[in-house]
């Protein structure tokens, strides 16, 4: 598997959480990575992407709420999340930007609930 996303989870309004992306080299090392979520009903969109200089950029509906981030040494990327709200439900996935069909895995789930 080439992508594995951890880290998910329920968590209350206002609360944290950090999920992690286990990339293989061959997909990470040189490539802009990015995390996408799917809400239910909604389609996929891209939260955040990082290159591999570690320049990253936001979705502007984020307003500051997520930080991204890349260990190149052990292949993994990380998104911060803080402040979380109900509307941040959603499957959160992580893949190449522009994303690669072949690379999509399962995601991990964050749910936003008091």
């Known amino acids: 598997v080439p992508l594995v996303e951890s880290g998910g989870g329920l968590v209350q309004p206002g609360g944290s959480l950090r999920l992690s992306c286990a990339a293989s080299g061959s997909i990470f090392s040189r490539n802009v990575m990015g995390w996408y979520r799917q809400a239910p009903g909604k389609a996929r969109e891209l939260v955040a992407a990082?290159?591999?200089?570690?320049?990253?950029t936001y979705s502007a509906s984020l307003k500051g709420r997520f930080t991204i981030s890349r260990n190149n040494a052990k292949n993994t990327m990380y998104l911060q999340m803080n402040s979380l709200k109900p509307e941040d439900t959603a499957v959160y996935y992580c893949n190449k930007q522009p994303p690669d069909a072949f690379f999509w895995g399962q995601g991990t789930q964050v749910t936003v609930s008091s």
């Open positions: 990082i290159g591999s200089g570690g320049i990253p």
